[in-house]
């Protein structure tokens, strides 16, 4: 048990306009390689220090319904095209793999890790916003697929796994943890054994979620410690890490009335 104690980024930079709804990030190749979560097929890779755009590769072929995580293994990236809280009931879950040398060859090879999760009979529209079946953050292992879900009724994330690889799956359920908020993004240092998690409250203040010392791929079989971040009224949806000390996280831009106004920003 931690005594709750929120920190402060010791940094933060403006993002550009282009990754407005930035919703995924990892560190790959020297930069941070970000998203957007509708209907853009770029990626974009960040300067680490600025925060500013250094190359934008164009996933030929690719489809964006939701994209909502990025994640990544030696040889490919995984984006997440499972976006689900507009109606809770997509039957076109789906996770895009791609080789890593074939974005920087500019000729993407793109193949579909299709699924369903387990548990979910019920197809009926749900709503916005009305779901535990929703997902925006994943890590990936040498053979499989870990999901956390966002989940908008119980504020509790739940943990699914599945195989890496392409083909129509099943995503089974592993368990289930009480976060008090949405789960928006993931990342996964294997060798340290330590997952950090980022989200939100339903107040929209970001927190950041460490799980670390678990047996195997027993996630949340082992030390748990959250932290609330000083960023009040910010939709933290990334989170990465190089040494599991120093994280970045990403929020979209923000706007609800002429008081509450969160520009897309970057934060150390």
Known sequence: TYEELPVMPVAGFSLSSNVRETSGMIFWNGSLWTHNDNGDINLYALDTLTGE??????????????????????????????????????????????????????????????????????FSDSGPNNTDFDCEAFVVTADSIFLFTKEWKSLKTRLFALPNIPGTHTAEFRGTWDTEGLITGSVLLEEKHLIGLC???????????????YPGTSFFGGNKRKIPVSLPFHQVEAITTINGLKYYITNEGFVQSPFINSPQKMHI
């Open 53 to 122: 755009i250094i190359s934008t590769y164009e996933l030929t072929g690719a489809v964006n319904i939701d994209w909502e995580e990025i994640s990544q293994d030696e040889n490919c990236i995984y984006i997440g095209d499972f976006g689900n809280n507009s109606s809770g009931n997509r039957k076109d879950l789906r996770i895009l793999r791609v080789s890593k040398n074939s974005i920087l060859n500019g000729s993407p090879l793109i193949e579909t890790v299709n699924f369903s999760y387990s548990g979910q009979a019920d």
């Open 199 to 213: 989200g939100y409250s339903s107040l929209l203040e970001p927190f950041i979620l460490i799980l670390y010392d």
